[in-house]
């Protein structure tokens, strides 16, 4: 009897204590809730990876915002301006560099110095770090440019296939090897003469030793001679016809439908588009390098990404627990997670593992992993990259890709209107 | 009698207040953020006539009206020239399978511009383009049409889609019209030996003034409107626009809701409204001398 009595003293006890540590446990995670923004539903952020903050932050009452990207983009700015806005979600990193300067964005610096170890994470994490040193948001991933070929039509052609040494000089000799012709028609491009800023012109302005902007972003270097020279080289690859021009393109439906048929041999590839060519293309043969070396002898791998950030107008608990999502977003088992989806390079080098033992084209994906650790740079992307962007483009579409002023009086103009924008938001 | 007076301004009410919230606030709140600096996330900070004056010194303001005005001058006549001459046509009685003509003249009325804007790059496309392989049949070599070194190639290439797609919708205003024009009076034109050009010039289009003149109204707003076909043919606002072939309502658009620069656009807007208010005016002027209401 008096051992039932002692047994039952002690289970009463027990009870007592773990009481007291679910209730201790419940004081110091108080409930809250966070509103978390996903452009692109799932099909951009793994689903996973919400369910199971979900489940392991269950003092986090957690609702999501979801849409389409266009729809997305498009309703933030209402929200802000209706301060109905979630309390943390991600676009792309110039457009969350443009809010923190207008003030939305939460600065991530203390946060990033308490909770993590920056060693872990390869510099990219700070893409949307400004000259001040204020961090406007952490990457929801990184999309890195490398040096795509298609084997089999270097193997038709009995051309080496491209190394890790070349230099754009290789590349430009190479692409004209590669490129044939019957009569006046091409039959097969050396290299995809792409435009736009990531995969186009911000390459070959690098390689030649320029760069759009100066190191503080305040002021334009179009006017640098290297700049210039890096806009000629890949518009006489147009003119000459050894890259693809922008009709070839879309008549053979588009850039990775050329390069997947063998009209192209090489291409500067974002690492996203490798889930379609798996998807679209699945025969080709083909793989990766890191980007050429530039002029100088260094590496520049141009890299864009989504950044999440959290908003500044958020409550103090509501920031805490957006905090901790990007904790957990940055985490071992999420970033291996990022890392399985093949369309986004997670921060995290622990994930690098997954990524280079994918075992999908592109084998060699270590041409992105340590490309962007030795030579990874952003688009020179500040709070006006928008902008400027624009103007750059529409200079850039005038005389790179059609030829209706030259190379030198758009770098005139572009120089005028970039640092006129530069200014005017100093 | 008199306590029931007020049920008349309940039933109204949903109304008023959907023109109050919809209508009379958005108009008097643009007005008054085109004199603020607005970025949509903090609050408007006056500045006075600041960005009128900005925007006027601008070149690219300028150049977009320029653009719009050369647009609306191709844009309006031909597509109300043509959308009568089809309406004409259509309205013949001896004419076979009348409704699959209109529905052939509508269905570009009810195309998406996503769809359409692809459709005509592709045609306009300077190298693999159709409409360059058409020309070259005959010896003619190939135009650039939406990338031309000259402005006017550009902005008319892209008016003629325009037309295209437009003309259905002014056919069907001028066919109504035609419609209501009294067969007997046609009939005793022609036992009087009126040709058919007579009857159209003397008789039909006198008749459908004020319907011709109501397309060219509402052609003349939606060409200075015009926003969907240069999207749709350049493929978004993102791909960099030429400054030589931009309209203003892409410059609002950018302003506005790319680079979140809400005053300037603004001001362009209500300057883009004073100009179809004048022109709108100018044609109310003329309409007297040519429109006929009986």
Redesign the interface.
């Given at each position: 009897m008096k051992k039932r009595q002692s047994i039952f003293v002690l289970l009463v006890a027990l009870v007592l204590v773990m009481s007291l540590v679910v209730v201790g446990h419940g004081q110091t995670k108080k409930p809250v809730k966070l509103k978390i923004g996903l452009p692109g539903s799932y099909d951009v952020t793994s689903k996973d990876i919400i369910d199971k903050f979900i489940a392991t932050h269950p003092h986090i009452n957690v609702e999501i915002q979801e849409a389409p990207w266009g729809d997305f983009t498009?309703k933030i700015?209402?929200q802000?301006?209706g301060n109905t806005m979630p309390d943390v979600w991600f676009q792309e990193n110039a457009v969350i560099l443009?809010?923190g300067q207008?003030?939305?964005a939460e600065d991530l610096a203390p946060y990033i110095a308490r909770d993590l170890n920056v060693d872990e994470y390869i510099d990219g994490l700070f893409s949307a770090r400004t000259p001040e040193g204020k961090v406007w948001g952490v990457p929801h991933g990184i999309n890195p440019v490398a040096l795509a070929y298609n084997k089999t039509v270097f193997e038709e052609a009995g051309v080496p296939f491209p190394t890790d040494d070349w230099t754009y000089a290789d590349l430009i000799e190479t692409a004209k090897k590669l490129t044939v012709k019957e009569g006046d028609e091409p039959k097969r491009f050396g290299f995809i003469g792409a435009y736009a800023i990531t995969n186009g012109w911000f390459p070959w302005i690098k390689q030649a030793g320029g760069s759009a902007l100066d190191e503080t972003k305040t002021k334009s270097m179009f006017d640098d001679p290297r700049t210039v020279a890096g806009l000629k080289q890949l518009r006489q690859g147009i003119e000459e016809g050894y890259f693809t021009?922008v009709?070839?393109n879309?008549?053979h439906g588009g850039d990775l439908a050329v390069f997947a048929s063998g009209k192209a041999a090489m291409h500067f590839m974002q690492y996203s588009l490798q889930v379609n060519m798996q998807n679209q293309f699945p025969d080709t043969d083909w793989d990766v390098v890191k980007m050429p070396k530039a002029v100088n002898g260094e590496r520049y791998v141009p890299m864009v990404g989504n950044t999440w950030l959290i908003s500044s107008r958020a409550s103090k608990d509501a920031k805490e627990a957006a905090w901790e999502f990007l904790r957990f977003y940055l985490s071992d088992e999420v970033q291996d997670i990022v890392a399985a989806s093949g369309s986004t390079l997670p921060v995290k080098k622990s994930a690098y593992a997954v990524v280079e033992n994918a075992g999908t084209k592109p084998l060699n994906k270590k041409a992105y992993t340590e490309g962007i650790a030795e030579g990874g740079v952003t688009l020179d992307e500040n709070a006006t990259w928008?902008?400027w962007r624009?103007l750059?483009?529409?200079q850039?579409?005038?005389s790179v890709?059609?030829g209706?002023i030259s190379v030198e009086e758009a770098a005139a103009e572009i120089h005028k209107r970039v640092q006129a924008v530069l200014d005017e938001n100093k | 009698m008199h306590n029931q007076r007020h049920w008349g301004y309940i039933f109204t009410l949903p109304f008023v207040i959907n023109v109050i919230v919809f209508l009379l606030f958005p108009i008097v709140f643009s007005a008054y953020i085109s004199f603020t600096q607005y970025d949509l996330f903090n609050p408007p900070k006056w500045i006075g006539l600041t960005n009128w004056i900005n925007v006027l010194k601008k070149q690219e303001f300028w150049l977009s009206m320029r653009n719009v005005s050369v647009f609306a001058l191709i844009f309006v006549p031909i597509q109300t020239a043509l959308a009568f001459l089809i309406a004409f046509l259509l309205n013949q009685a001896a004419l076979r399978a009348k409704s699959l003509f209109r529905l052939f003249y509508f269905l570009p009325v009810v195309t998406p511009w996503l769809a359409a804007g692809v459709v005509w790059s592709w045609m306009f496309n300077y190298q693999y383009g159709v409409i360059n392989w058409f020309l070259g049949l005959f010896g003619i070599n190939p135009v650039n049409w939406l990338y031309h070194k000259s402005w006017v190639v550009v902005i008319t290439s892209i008016a003629l889609v325009n037309v295209w797609k437009g003309m259905g919708q002014s056919m069907v205003i001028l066919l109504a019209g035609m419609q209501n024009v009294p067969q007997e009076v046609l009939e005793s034109a022609q036992i009087d030996g009126a040709s058919g050009w007579k009857q159209l010039t003397h008789i039909v289009f006198p008749i459908v003034t004020p319907m011709v003149y109501m397309v060219m109204i509402l052609s003349t707003i939606s060409a200075f409107q015009a926003f969907d076909v240069f999207l749709g043919l350049f493929g978004g606002i993102t791909t960099g626009i030429s400054e030589q072939v931009m309209v203003p309502n892409l410059t609002i658009y950018r302003d506005s809701f790319l680079l979140f620069k809400m005053g300037p656009a603004s001001a362009t807007a209500w300057l883009l409204f004073f100009v179809i208010l004048a022109i709108t005016l100018f044609q109310r002027y003329f309409e007297k001398r040519w429109v006929h209401y009986e």
């Open positions: 498009s700015a209402t802000i301006a443009g809010y207008r003030g939305v021009n009709d070839f879309k008549a928008n902008e624009l750059v483009q529409q850039v579409n005038e890709v059609h209706k | -």
